[in-house]
């Protein structure tokens, strides 16, 4: 068990002024098998009146507007989170796992991660519990990925990420997602903070008899108390920490801070 104590900051800045923006935030922690909310305060400038809600996929979410004109908007929260150490989320809710048995948006696998895939099928035949599948799968991926920064975009898909054998936490996901579900094992993508990271991190739960296992791809690894999720969904789209609409604004730049801490 482990105290984390975190900061998350996102600020952009706009070229030219914002008529007018609606925005959804998810960066409140989740609450569940292995982890739990002490604390939290929210802080957004300008001073904009918004909602907290629980989207379809469980996130906390932060909904709001700022109807008035404004150069720049910022958005801080801090909190402390109670965190365990399991991989462990519990057990799943069959109802609710058919969105996270098929391919879609960027976990779509192209010829390159189906072959890939095919040359490992003889071995995975061999293990009967899918936890270890679930890890050799992971290995496999590991051994071939290369983990650099700035190779790809936010819209960057598993197929074009796998061609290219490198990328960044968001694409080892989305490609670890793609074989998962390939072999018939539901799977969603996670973001979320780690301890000794100044940024966001994504990891994957695969669904392992009859409970959700959360494993690390891009650090070949299942996850640890250093770890504090705060949204899933199909893709990385559905848990995106910050999204908007806006009139005007010209050219942005944003600037995004993490810390996390641990105690004990």
């Keep these: 068990m482990a105290f984390l104590n975190y900061e998350y900051r996102m600020k952009i800045n706009y070229s030219k002024p914002v008529n007018k923006c609606y925005f959804t935030i998810k960066s409140i922690p989740a609450d569940d098998f292995r982890q739990r909310n002490i604390s939290y305060e929210i802080s957004i400038n300008p001073d904009v009146t918004y909602s907290e809600g629980i989207d379809s996929f469980g996130n906390h979410q932060i909904v709001g507007s700022e109807p008035e004109s404004h150069s720049e908007f910022e958005f801080v929260i801090k909190g402390l989170v109670e965190t365990y150490q399991v991989s462990v989320q519990g057990g799943v809710n069959t109802s609710k796992i058919g969105m996270y048995k098929y391919p879609y948006g960027k976990c779509i696998p192209g010829e390159c991660i189906r072959k890939f895939a095919d040359d490992i099928t003889a071995e995975l035949s061999e293990i009967e519990d899918e936890q270890s599948k679930c890890i050799l799968i992971m290995n496999k991926l590991y051994e071939k990925m290369i983990y650099e920064k700035g190779c790809t975009e936010v819209d960057t898909t598993a197929e074009e990420a796998f061609i290219n054998k490198k990328g960044v936490c968001q694409d080892y996901a989305h490609i670890y997602i793609s074989l998962l579900r390939y072999f018939s094992i539901p799977a969603r993508y996670v973001c979320g903070l780690i301890v000794g990271e100044g940024q966001s991190h994504a990891w994957v739960e695969a669904v392992c008899d009859g409970s959700f296992i959360a494993f690390d791809p891009?650090?070949?690894?299942t996850i640890t108390d250093e770890y504090l999720k705060l949204g899933v969904?199909?893709?990385?789209?559905?848990?995106?920490?910050?999204?908007?609409?806006?009139?005007?604004?010209?050219?942005?730049?944003?600037?995004?801070?993490?810390k996390v801490e641990k105690y004990y």
Aim: proline letters at 0%.
């Design 218 to 221: 891009t650090h070949n690894r």
């Design 233 to 258: 969904g199909r893709d990385a789209t559905d848990c995106a920490i910050n999204r908007g609409v806006m009139w005007g604004g010209g050219l942005q730049t944003q600037e995004i801070e993490c």
